[in-house]
């Protein structure tokens, strides 16, 4: 047994993680557009293990949302109200001492309809400002430029990503934010869980199901739009921004086999090398060859225009970031196995894992797997942008908020990050999803809290916003404070 202090590199990029459409609400003011964020209804009835339900969008459903101009059943309208009390929440993560916050920007704000020739200037501003309050509190802003979130008047105008014009709007906006926010803004991400386009094609992509005939065509049509316009990103962002780094962002979702039957082993491989598929476009600047077998037998072609592999081929990103949450087990005949949910997606029960009340498996070697087989594969940097656990949590009677479980997980995944690093990977920092409470992604419930910062809101929108420091919120300021984990025996 020996003791060890777990400190990671120096400039380690310790931070937290949100994004506009859950914490910024404001839905439709100073010009603001209305997004497909705008539209995701409030599931009140769907069980948490039906993420599929989760993520449907129906032709009604979106008529029901562009005429209602309440925010009563759409959480993500009002979000945690960021937009207006960001000064104070910057405050609260200065105090915890954050070296980053990783924020995205809505396009909506900047071109409300998205394509239109101009952007619009108060959007700017208000981006300007709190960009600036980050720097003010001496912490450095990492942006997404697309966090599930697109103007409806793409979705309806023109199938959203399914239309090439689309690559055009996209990338104008780009060079308006690296323009106007270049020396302010060095790092940024392109797509947020651009894998995720698969499982949920309405909020990645702006694709409305009953709008097509092969959804599944579409949805690879789209993605291959987002691989250009990623790519462009990664372009302007260079030419730009002298001494930026743009990323990529993936939903890692490290797969085991259920047994060691090579059946289940290849199930596993199968799953684990299609989540590989998207930073091998976006890393490896092409294609991989183990897509035209999938491609082929699902009948599904790529419109590709003279020169895309040129694009893809010449701006690879320069590190990869990712989200980890859980670990899923495949298994090659699931049928009368126990099912578990994970994020946006499922999978068989694992025994030796704990489920957090959503039911998503707790793994933190898991994410040592997923940096260690990331980096052997890519030798690029690696950035962890979400890791955290929704929990519901309890006020005290003395107002406190004791959240020990919350602790426990980044304590445990904080542990592997630094076994990893041990293990050679080169890691730029870390930021936890979401520092504070917001909107939850698949069913916009306020009550699956994620945050160091508790904010009064329920699920309906009630509560005074008052934000309170969980005990959690000191001990990650401990861990910023002495750049890793303080002193424990280790075996
Ligand atoms: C990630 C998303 O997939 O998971 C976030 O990038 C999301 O936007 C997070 O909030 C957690 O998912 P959920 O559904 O619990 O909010």
Not at 128 to 150: A, F, Q, R
Not at 237 to 260: D, F, V
């Amino acid at each position: 047994m020996a003791e060890i202090t777990r400190t990671f590199p120096k400039d380690f990029l310790w931070g937290g993680a949100i994004a506009a459409n859950q914490a910024e609400g404001a839905w439709n003011v100073d010009g603001k557009g209305i997004s497909t964020a705008d539209i995701a209804i409030f599931k009140k009835n769907v069980s948490k293990q039906d993420y599929k339900k989760h993520q449907a969008i129906t032709e009604e459903q979106i008529q029901q949302a562009l005429e209602d101009e309440s925010d009563r059943d759409y959480p993500k309208r009002r979000g945690i109200d960021f937009y207006h009390r960001y000064p104070e929440d910057m405050a609260l993560f200065g105090e915890m001492g954050l070296k980053t916050l990783r924020i995205s920007i809505a396009w909506t704000r900047i071109f409300p309809k998205g394509d239109e020739l101009a952007p619009n200037e108060a959007g700017l501003l208000y981006y300007d400002n709190v960009i600036d309050e980050m720097h003010k509190h001496g912490i450095e802003p990492l942006v997404t430029l697309s966090h599930y979130e697109m103007p409806m008047h793409l979705v309806n105008e023109y199938g959203g990503w399914t239309d090439r014009r689309v690559v055009d709007f996209f990338v104008r906006f780009c060079k308006v934010v690296f323009q106007r926010y270049s020396g302010k803004v060095k790092y940024w991400l392109t797509f947020n869980e651009i894998d995720s386009l698969v499982r949920h094609p309405f909020t990645s992509g702006g694709i409305v199901p009953d709008r097509f005939d092969n959804v599944e065509q579409a949805v690879y049509q789209a993605l291959h739009h987002q691989f250009i316009a990623s790519s462009l990103a990664v372009k302007y962002a260079h030419e730009l921004i002298p001494g930026s780094q743009i990323g990529c962002m993936l939903t890692r979702l490290l797969t085991y086999p259920h047994t060691c039957d090579p059946q289940d082993v290849l199930a596993a491989y199968r799953n684990n090398q299609f989540n590989y598929f998207f930073t091998d476009v976006q890393v490896r600047g092409a294609y991989p060859r183990y897509m035209d077998r999938f491609f082929r037998e699902r009948g599904i072609v790529i419109d590709k225009l003279e020169g895309d592999d040129e694009i893809l081929r010449t701006h690879p990103v320069d590190f990869i970031s990712f989200s980890y949450y859980m670990s899923l087990v495949a298994s090659a005949n699931s049928e009368g196995l126990e099912k578990v949910s994970g994020n946006t997606t499922g999978g068989v029960k694992n025994p030796y894992l704990q489920t957090n009340d959503w039911g998503w498996q707790i793994d933190p070697v898991g994410l040592r797997l997923s940096l260690c087989d990331l980096y052997n594969r890519y030798q690029v940097p690696l950035f962890i942008v979400e890791n955290g656990i929704g929990a519901y949590d309890q006020i005290e009677e003395d107002g406190s908020i004791q959240d020990d479980y919350r602790i426990a997980y980044f304590q445990s995944h904080i542990e592997q990050m630094h076994e990893a690093i041990l293990d050679g990977v080169e890691l730029m920092g870390y930021t936890s999803w979401g520092i504070i409470d917001l909107i939850s992604y698949s069913s916009s419930e306020m009550e699956k809290r994620y945050g160091f910062i508790y904010v009064d809101q329920d699920n309906e929108g009630n509560g005074t916003l008052e934000r309170k420091r969980k005990k959690s919120f000191y001990w990650y300021k401990d861990v910023i404070a002495n750049n890793g984990l303080v002193p424990h025996i280790t075996g």
